[in-house]
């Protein structure tokens, strides 16, 4: 299989991304995807693209957590949600409060990884850990625009999501990096929560991953293990 990986970015700051993991038959349509994806994009038009078409050995296939959509009537509530999800899982509530300020102030292109002390773990704080190489299968994809599961965002997120739990991951918070997509989510083992207006419209959004810690080996795995997410 193929890895297709687009970034796009205006006067040196990020705009937008994306990813595939196809058979080779599908290079040609996968690369006009993502060039439609850079090309059209709410938080600007770019003035650089990169495409990189690279192949992959070993691809896992896993099954997507399940998908539970929770509306709230504003952020307050919102957050109370995400935050009830996470104390569920043991995540002490500075430490919850600490990964909403992450978010919240928003500019990294990767995660955040805290500990259950709070501490930041992953190496470069600017960066943070890119979860790449991964890709749902079309029949998940499928169900989630068809049945009202989700969204294109949903489509993208369920995939980092379920990789970062199946690689011992506690949980994931996560707000949109787009001005108008205030739907964020909280992913565990139990599930991927979609929770409705988890920020504010124009806000900056983020990931964090919480572990109790990680070693050298997890993260490269996290970057550049190849997963297809299925049904
Ligand atoms: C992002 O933009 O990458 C975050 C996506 C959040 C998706 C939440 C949802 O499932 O609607």
Known sequence: MFSIKMRAS???????????LVEKGEIEKAVTELLKKALNHENGEP??????VEKVDKVKYIKA???KTIECKDKKEARA?????????????EVIDKAFEIIDK????????????????????????????IDVS??????????????ERTVDAIAIATKVIHLGIIAELCTSDNKSYTTGYVAT???YFRITNLKNPN???????FVKDIDKETIKKLENESYIITL
């Open 10 to 20: 205006k006067k040196g700051k990020h705009i937008s991304g994306g990813e595939r």
């Open 47 to 52: 003035d650089f693209i990169n495409i990189k």
């Open 65 to 67: 957590l399940p998908i």
């Open 81 to 93: 949600v995400a935050k009830n999800i996470l104390l569920k899982e043991g995540i002490p509530e």
């Open 106 to 133: 928003g500019g990294m292109r990767g995660a955040a990884i805290l500990n259950l002390k709070g501490e930041r773990l992953e190496e470069d704080k600017e960066r943070g850990i890119r979860v790449k190489n």
């Open 138 to 151: 079309k029949e998940l994809k499928e169900k989630i625009l068809k049945d009202g599961l989700g969204t």
């Open 189 to 191: 083992k139990k599930g």
């Open 203 to 209: 806000e900056p959004g983020g990931r964090v991953f």
